[in-house]
């Protein structure tokens, strides 16, 4: 599938986002290195980014400061597919600044305000502020406090737009996400509030959307009368690496099941909504959460697994198993890996299963979407050679393969009637000559720009703690997790979770 050689091009002009200052408090972590900064690059080099722009890193040893441009540079020059050049190193050398200091001391907003200032008059960025906290968790509610302690965040003082973006984990549980919404809120507005998931980014996910909804041939068929089940995989074929420390606080439903696949899952289930409007596409989303039926105990043990990965081998690699992992606790009943089966209860899912599963140390790394629609009739098919039919499949590959598959049976060249199943299938790189972005464009754009579609809300983020809880609740009393060896798609368990209802795990 490709695009018509000599096509003239489709794609609006990006307009410049409003001129601003980016202040990013963690400036010299892995994050802004690694995604903020070379995002800042790509953005510039697509038109998206002002040039009455200025970026504030704010850390707290003094001695990083005379370096930390450099090294931001040099580091994300590593992770943009194309160099940084002599002039973009200039340009973006020239705007940024450093401030240091302690997060939980005055002192240190007051600074921020002053360059502020200073950036504002030297560099003409206006008033405009946006501030991300790319730190741990436990820090986002002191620094809004401080901001808002500081006026900071006061819009009509400033006389501009001041907005916060907050990386995830929204919170550890229900009660420390409601702790931080109000943290968050008692410091500004919700409309200043981003809490930034990085899959809403990525291209696929996005067109989610647009696909369901701009093409007519799939939403009068994408209900229970038509669809089978729906599989949602997110799947790693990395371990824990270095992070062990936190991942023992967090583990696989709290990493990623109650933010990124429950965000999946709320975007193919959704209904259309009145508009693109932030707060109407931020409804439709909700409601799917909201419709997600209660786990009971008896629920939790019967059609959700909790695993983690052994030993084994991953392509050509012998890998340890997860308790063997440095900063693991050696009897560590931290999952790796979760499957499990609910029911959205609306009228269109009603009796419609969702599989999800995630893991780390699987045979492959992937993240895709898979619709299966329900079996045709068999009935002309029975006096021909066709000996069975095979339900059209619907596959959105979010990652690494970007792009949508949808499988279909055609007649098999030859005098006699058989059936084989083939593969209509849509790649991003093929058609548009390009590579997707990382997510952190748009997102970065989307703040910027003041549109808050591809973000939580504070009450998505409850409804989705509130989901799990039960798990959450009843692991500690059920049997600890079971066993699957690194490079396998997971424990056995998981897959006779499908078996019982006749159906089975796709292998991407």
């Not at 450099?70 to 600044?97: S, V």
């Not at 919170?171 to 809490?195: P, T, V």
């Not at 949602?232 to 371990?239: H, Q, R, Y």
């Amino acid at each position: 599938m490709s695009a018509r050689a000599g096509a003239p091009s489709r794609h609006p002009t990006v307009a410049p986002a409003d001129p601003a200052i980016f202040v990013v408090f963690g400036a010299s972590g892995d994050l802004t290195r690694r995604k903020l900064v070379p995002a800042l690059v790509n953005l510039r080099r697509s038109g998206a980014l002002p040039e009455s722009f200025a970026f504030v890193g704010i850390i707290r040893q003094a001695d990083a400061g005379p370096t930390l441009a450099d090294e931001m540079l040099k580091a994300a020059g590593e992770h943009l597919d194309t160099p940084i050049t002599e002039e973009e190193h200039a340009w973006f050398f020239g705007r940024i600044r450093v401030v240091v200091g302690d997060i939980e001391q005055p002192a240190l907003y007051a600074d921020i305000a002053v360059r502020l200032s200073e950036l504002q008059s030297s560099h003409g960025t206006g008033p405009n502020a946006l501030f991300y906290l790319a730190t741990p968790p436990q820090l986002f509610a002191p620094i809004a406090a401080g901001l808002g302690q500081a006026g900071l965040l006061d819009e009509v003082a400033a006389g501009g737009w001041r907005r916060v973006i907050v990386e995830k984990p929204f919170g550890h549980d229900l009660a420390s996400a409601i702790a931080l919404n109000h943290a968050l809120s008692a410091a500004m507005g919700e409309r200043q509030i981003y809490r930034i998931d990085h899959y809403l980014g990525k291209e696929t996910v996005q067109n989610l959307m647009a696909f369901r909804f701009a093409n007519s041939i799939f939403e009068p068929i994408w209900n229970r009368r038509y669809v089978d089940h729906v599989q949602i995989t997110v799947a790693e074929s990395d371990g824990i690496g270095s992070r062990g420390g936190y991942y023992e606080q967090a583990g696989a439903l709290r990493d990623m099941v109650q933010n990124h696949l429950f965000m999946l899952l709320a975007l193919t289930a959704m209904e259309p909504p009145t508009s693109f409007d932030a707060d109407a596409v931020r409804d439709e989303r909700l409601k799917v959460l909201q419709a997600i039926t209660p786990f009971t105990r008896a629920a939790v043990e019967r059609n959700v697994v909790r695993a983690q990965y052994a030993a084994g081998r991953v392509g050509e690699a012998d890998v340890r198993g997860y308790l063997d992992e440095d900063k693991v606790a050696p009897e560590s009943s931290t999952e790796t890996f979760v499957a499990m089966r609910l029911q959205v209860e609306n009228w269109r899912w009603a009796g419609v299963p969702f599989y999800l599963r995630t893991g780390k140390r699987l045979a492959r790394r992937v993240s895709e979407i898979a619709v299966q629609f329900r079996e045709p009739p068999f009935m002309m098919f029975r006096d021909t050679a066709v000996s069975r039919l095979n339900c059209n499949v619907l596959v959105i590959r979010v990652q690494p393969d970007e792009g949508i598959t949808l499988h279909v049976d055609v007649k098999v060249p030859g005098q006699v009637l058989d059936l084989q199943t083939v593969a209509l299938d849509f790649k991003y790189d093929e058609v548009f000559a390009q590579k997707p972005s990382t997510g952190y464009e748009t997102l970065l754009y989307d703040a910027l720009t003041g549109d808050q579609t591809l973000f939580h809300r504070a009450d998505s983020t409850e409804v989705g703690w509130r989901a799990v809880m039960p798990l959450l609740e009843s692991w500690p009393t059920q049997a600890p997790p079971v066993c699957y060896p690194a490079g396998s798609w997971g424990p056995e368990d998981a897959h006779e979770l499908l078996e019982r209802d006749g159906r089975t795990w796709r292998r991407p």
